[in-house]
């Protein structure tokens, strides 16, 4: 049986074609060819077989091989096919066949142009991705906005630490999971159910040693017309940080208790929370967010490695928490925002009344 070969390595081609584009190419993954473009015309050569042109030359069963893209026959023949570069246009899947028809290989070529960001949109001015994480256990999430008018499908991921010696080795397996290692760290990704996300997790991460370097995340995305992008942020883990929110035990009318999430990392004399609490005096019926209201009576800031208690005002009506890590100037959790006991309240002033 004939052992079907995907080859990279561009032709002998014109020197007027040559000098032109692309500017380079480089295979994303097998059977996956890249060709970075600039915009001006050129041709990007792709071959069928390995069999040797050589051995080729003057066989008429090398002119016997046709070629589809995207299904549809083109009208070159032969082992070697020519594909006609022109501003971001060129990408396609193209496949070779023999004279009856059978596939002999084929080869997905992406088109990257530079300086050219369509597939997504930015989450705020400076960023097209969003991370954060739960806490210090080496995972992480990254999330991003498909541009309403493009279709777009995440084409390769690439992770690693900025102190790595030489450029990541990524792959991905059956289950769709992406692997990504240098020697010195080694990280596993996989795409959200919903396509605008990955999670990935970094194998060899300790919690308690110093982050000193940067973790480096690439994620390459492709459209329907075979377009390709790449989109990339550096961080480290103490910076995209965010805890999920508190949990609120005992509520009264003088006071509230709520403890650490329970993903937060332990223990937590080592990874302390800092909480701000606002007590609120009325309810904010127009209000998005309550605990962002003005209608606050006081907003304190409390430090505690435990379970923590805070003393309320008496005309408080409800009570917002919410917590950041303490030694990083890192995102604040959502607010929980909890009611006062006030049936509580009523009957303590009751029994004052009896007395």
Known sequence: QMNLYVSTVILALPLLISCQNPIRHWTLLPNILVVDVDGRVGQQA??????????????????????????????????????????????GNYTCHSK?????????????????????????????????????????????IWDSSRVGKVAFIKAQRSSDNGDAHCSVDTQERWLCSTGQSNFSCSVSESGDGISCLEGNYCPYAEENQQIHISVYVKS??????????????????????????????????????????????????????????????????????????????????????????????????????????SQWSEWIISTLNLHEEKHLKHLRKIK
């Open 46 to 91: 792709l071959s069928c077989l390995e069999l040797l042109e050589e051995d080729m030359r003057g066989d008429n069963r090398s002119q016997e091989i046709f070629w589809r893209r995207n299904g549809k026959e083109q009208a070159q023949r032969g082992n070697s096919f020519l594909v006609q570069l022109e501003e971001s246009t060129g990408g």
């Open 100 to 144: 009856n028809g059978s596939l002999l290989n084929h080869t997905v070529v992406l088109i990257q142009k530079y300086g050219t960001k369509r597939i997504l949109v930015k989450h705020d001015p400076e960023d097209y991705l969003k991370c954060s994480t739960q806490n210090y256990s080496g995972e992480f999430h990254c999330s991003w």
């Open 224 to 329: 329907e017309q075979f377009l390709l992008e790449n989109y990339s942020k550096g961080f480290y883990l103490s910076e995209i940080v965010k805890p999920d929110k508190v949990r609120i035990g005992k509520v009264n009318a003088t006071a509230i208790e709520w403890s650490y999430p329970s993903s937060w990392s332990s223990p937590y004399s080592y990874f302390p929370l800092t909480f701000d609490i606002i007590q609120l005096r009325g309810r904010c019926h127009n209000c998005d967010n309550p605990c962002t209201q003005s209608k606050t009576l006081k907003t304190s800031t409390v430090h505690s490695a435990a379970i923590c208690q805070f003393e309320v005002k008496r005309r408080a009506k409800a009570v917002c928490v919410r917590a950041k890590d303490a030694f990083c100037n």
